[in-house]
């Protein structure tokens, strides 16, 4: 959306693209160019020293600038960081001013993104290649260590597996799920997760990058399981992060183990539920009773 005003001197039409661009200059009586390149040129004349001081790249620097060799006096630093202190920008006015005249539909970049931009200013074809070379800068930035979640385990809920309580024990797949009731409360076994930070290992994925890696649960302070289907199992990510759980293991003297389970019926599940032993997140507890209407 473009903001018109008239030119004070000459009466013609001047579009800016923000409204407080438009108010700024309305305030100040600010003329076209046209109008105030003719002041200047009636003001300073159109000759030799004009155009080599201010018309010429560089004219702010070195010699050139009106500035230089001088300094300010301790009165004028002093009201300039007075002024500073009080400045309008610091305000909880004008931060909510600002806020409301550049959201929503009066940003700039409403509805628009850099690869609209893009296109507009240098074609489809540019703007491919640059949103191409944006994207692996964005990969590079947020692989391996630069991940901010690097070294951390995943929040609970995150995924895209059943995740839930069974008897206050979190499980991520009803994999997982299956792996509790199956075996180890079949087995009376013991067992706590594995997602603490002196079972963390490292290991490199097939690009290259460093990551860390936790296995599901530790049975009888002797077994790091992994609950996986078998049709996984062969994976490069998989693969790569056996071998160093592997490695890792050896050196603390437990037993990997990668395993695969059948899951329970969905009627198991469903008296499971009824039976308030499980429940899920949020998520698919609203899922779970779309499904079961």
């Not at 790569?240 to 599940?269: H, S």
């Amino acid at each position: 959306m473009r903001h018109k005003r008239e030119c004070p001197v000459c009466k013609k039409e001047i579009y800016h693209k923000s409204k407080y661009n438009r108010n700024a200059a309305l305030k100040k009586k600010t003329p076209c160019r046209s109008c105030s390149s003719i002041a200047k040129n009636k003001k300073y004349g159109n000759n030799k020293h004009f155009v080599e001081r201010y018309a010429t790249k560089g004219n702010n620097t070195g010699k050139d600038n009106a500035f230089y060799g001088k300094k300010h006096s301790k009165e004028v630093l002093a009201r300039i960081q007075e002024n500073r202190d009080i400045s309008i920008w610091k305000t909880d006015a004008f931060k909510d001013t600002m806020s409301k005249v550049s959201s929503g539909k009066n940003n700039p970049m409403y509805g628009r993104t850099y690869y609209d931009i893009w296109v507009e200013k240098y074609g489809k074809e540019e703007a491919d290649k640059r949103l191409a070379e944006l994207k692996n800068r964005q990969s590079i930035n947020s692989s391996g260590k630069n991940n901010p979640m690097y070294g951390k385990p995943s929040p609970q809920g995150s995924g895209n597996g059943w995740s839930g309580w069974y008897k206050g024990w979190f499980f991520r797949s009803l994999k997982e799920l299956s792996y509790m009731i199956n075996v180890i409360e079949k087995n009376n076994s013991q067992w706590r997760t594995a997602e603490t930070k002196d079972l963390r290992m490292s290991y490199i994925d097939y690009k290259g990058d460093n990551r860390t890696y936790t296995a599901d649960f530790l049975v009888d302070e002797k077994e790091l399981v992994e609950v996986k289907p078998e049709k996984l199992k062969s994976s490069v990510t998989v693969r790569a992060k056996a071998k160093a759980a592997r490695k890792f293991c050896k050196k603390q003297g437990l037993i990997y183990k990668i395993v695969d389970v059948i899951k329970l019926t969905k009627a198991e599940i469903k008296e499971l539920h009824d039976k308030q032993l499980i429940k899920f997140t949020k998520r698919y507890e609203a899922l779970y009773a779309n499904l079961h209407r």
